[in-house]
């Protein structure tokens, strides 16, 4: 068996062998040692994507982040040259499917959509997962809520509808738009907070989501909703709902007469629901960037636009750490709204 180490060099050279000959030896194999650990890395980065890439919805069909998200991957799959197949994980108010991305492999072959929501769960208790458990891609979808009243109903606007609130005994107003603890419930609860009033002044009364909510709303069923204006579109263009502000810190381009919650009352409070595409934590820096790229040259693409005004989404492009910060700031939002209504672990 050849010896090894200095002792074996030192053996070799005192028998006759060339000492600069196994010192260059011995240094091409260590550059040929870190050049094959390195090369995993930047291969696999340069390879990529050599395969379909998954991307997991935690919602249902039919909603606006499945549809959002089978614009993106439709249009992903052109871009990268792959098919990228979208997955519906639903179940456990969003944790199903946002587990799903969170342990999932980090080779970027598994990617997905994360919500507002992944700021509630863990102050609720629901799962340990924040936005920490993620490798943010970009954020490409952020909509404000807005505060909806009936079209023929008592309330001019936000200021009457506030005064009304103030003069009300508690939980004879009633609202909804969302499930108990989702976002447009928190909308409620963090302007109620903004304005000194006590949270339990108004009664909730839980949906299945914003659509039946401004349903109940348009039969008279509850006093106001919240929601998105994409979400309330159908109803307002019936006649039916107006919306009186928007829980933004700028109005909306669609509706520029609409004024913005701290317009109408002159306290601060803006929250909506948002969507972005993430990957598990610990993805490759370079398959990530190349992720950004693709994505970032998909929401420029003509489909998209087109899609996005036709349903009233509102549209951006936030990569990277900017989305990580937003993410960051939308958690402490609903940290502070969920215990307002009491609902924080």
Do not use: C
């Amino acid at each position: 068996m050849e010896e090894t180490g200095l002792a074996g060099d030192a053996e070799k050279f005192s028998s006759g062998g060339n000492l600069m000959t196994i010192v260059t030896r011995r240094a091409t194999l260590a550059f040929l040692a870190v050049g094959i650990l390195a090369a995993p890395s930047s291969s696999l980065a340069q390879d990529y994507p050599g395969k379909p890439i998954t991307m997991i919805v935690p919602w249902g069909a039919g909603g606006g982040t499945d549809a959002t998200a089978r614009l993106i991957s439709t249009l992903l799959e052109k871009e990268l040259g792959v098919p990228v197949p979208v997955e519906n994980r639903t179940g456990g108010s969003g944790v199903v499917g946002h587990s799903a991305i969170a342990h999932a492999k980090p080779d970027g072959y598994t990617i997905g959509v994360a919500t507002l929501e992944i700021g509630g769960m863990h102050h609720q208790g629901l799962t340990e997962i924040d936005y920490k458990a993620f490798t943010p891609i970009g954020l490409y979808n952020s909509d404000p809520a807005a505060i909806f009243v009936r079209s023929d109903g008592p309330y001019a606007d936000a200021t009457s509808l506030i005064e009304a609130i103030k003069a009300s005994a508690n939980r004879e107003l009633k609202a909804s738009g969302s499930a108990q603890g989702g976002v447009n419930h928190l909308a409620v609860a963090g302007m109620l907070d903004a304005l000194g009033i006590p949270v339990e002044r108004v009664a909730w009364v839980p949906s299945e989501g914003a659509a039946p909510g401004l349903q109940d709303l348009a039969a008279g069923g509850v006093n106001f909703a919240t929601a998105s204006l994409p979400e309330g579109r159908a109803l307002m263009d019936a006649g039916r709902i107006k919306p009186i502000a928007v829980f933004s810190t700028k109005r909306s381009e669609d509706m520029p007469d609409l004024p913005t919650f701290n317009e109408a009352t002159g306290a601060s409070f803006s929250l909506g629901s948002w969507r972005g595409i993430v990957a598990p934590v610990g993805v490759d820096a370079a398959i990530a960037e190349r992720l950004r790229t693709a994505i970032g040259k998909v929401v420029q693409a003509p489909e998209y636009p087109e899609f996005m005004k036709a349903r009233g989404y509102a549209m951006q492009w936030t990569p990277g750490q900017e989305f990580e910060t937003f993410m960051a700031d939308s958690d402490a939002k609903m940290g502070t709204a969920l215990k307002a209504v009491g609902l924080a672990k």
